[in-house]
């Protein structure tokens, strides 16, 4: 079956653009997930859905940054007003989340590569 | 709060020793840990997991990882290690009951010939 996936695999933007970053999960999963991945930050949280709700979206660097999932399926990532610190692998997971469950394995996606110039 | 930390950003080994990965974890409550692993140019995939059950948790490829409450840690080993191990592994955690998950910094394994 079809894996996690993510469009575009990359994106090169003018600083002060904005972009919108795709995610389409594994069929059936409830959970999904936002992650940018950066060096000398590692891999940190942006925001995670329950369906179409979003109850913690903490990790979120900025109000440039929102995100909304329709459905409960697809996803947008989109950042206004990019700034060349926002360059970074956007990585999206879902999980199947049976039971309400944090635990379930995360299937990523292959990540969007975000260049701001 | 809750926090994960990897000793060693980055790990080198030689072909058939044993590899050892360092994590340790911080979190008010009864953690939920996770290894996964990133190979070159591929995506994250899971290599085990702790959620309460038994203390030595087994994974793929010949992996496992022992979740010691007294030492706060989760570290990862392999008897003996395999050119095809080396990759980029990040400790993760979740606190008991939630979905947000908090990676470590990562640590590169190289493994020499």
């Known amino acids: 079956g079809a894996g996690v996936s993510q469009s575009p695999s990359n994106k090169v933007t003018e600083k002060g653009k904005d972009v919108e970053l795709r995610c389409d999960p594994i069929s059936g999963h409830t959970a999904l997930y936002w992650y940018r991945q950066s060096l000398g930050q590692g891999l940190e949280f942006l925001i995670y859905f329950q369906g179409n709700s979003a109850p913690d979206k903490s990790g979120l660097p900025s109000d440039r940054f929102s995100a909304e999932r329709t459905g409960g399926s697809v996803s947008t990532l989109t950042i206004q007003r990019t700034q060349q610190e926002d360059s970074a692998v956007y990585l999206c997971?879902?999980?199947?989340?049976?039971?309400?469950?944090?635990?379930?394995?995360?299937?990523f996606g292959p990540g969007t590569r975000l260049t701001v110039l | 709060a809750q926090s994960v930390t990897q000793l060693g950003s980055h790990v080198s080994v030689s072909e058939g020793a044993l590899v050892l990965l360092r994590c340790n974890y911080s979190?008010?409550?009864?953690?939920?840990l996770f290894w996964y692993v990133q190979y070159p140019n591929q995506g994250l995939q899971l290599l085990l997991k702790?959620?309460?059950?038994?203390?030595l948790v087994k994974g793929i490829n010949g992996f496992e990882a022992e979740f010691k409450k007294s030492e706060t840690s989760f570290h990862l080993t392999k008897p003996s290690a395999h050119m095809s191990d080396a990759a980029e592994y990040f400790c993760?955690?979740?606190?008991?009951?939630?979905?947000?998950?908090?990676f470590g910094a990562g640590t590169r394994l190289f493994v020499k010939a």
């Open positions: 702790y959620t309460s059950a038994a203390t």
């Open positions: 993760a955690v979740i606190r008991g009951g939630g979905f947000k998950t908090i």
């Open positions: 979190s008010s409550v009864p953690p939920y």
């Open positions: 997971a879902s999980s199947l989340a049976s039971g309400g469950r944090g635990t379930d394995t995360q299937y």
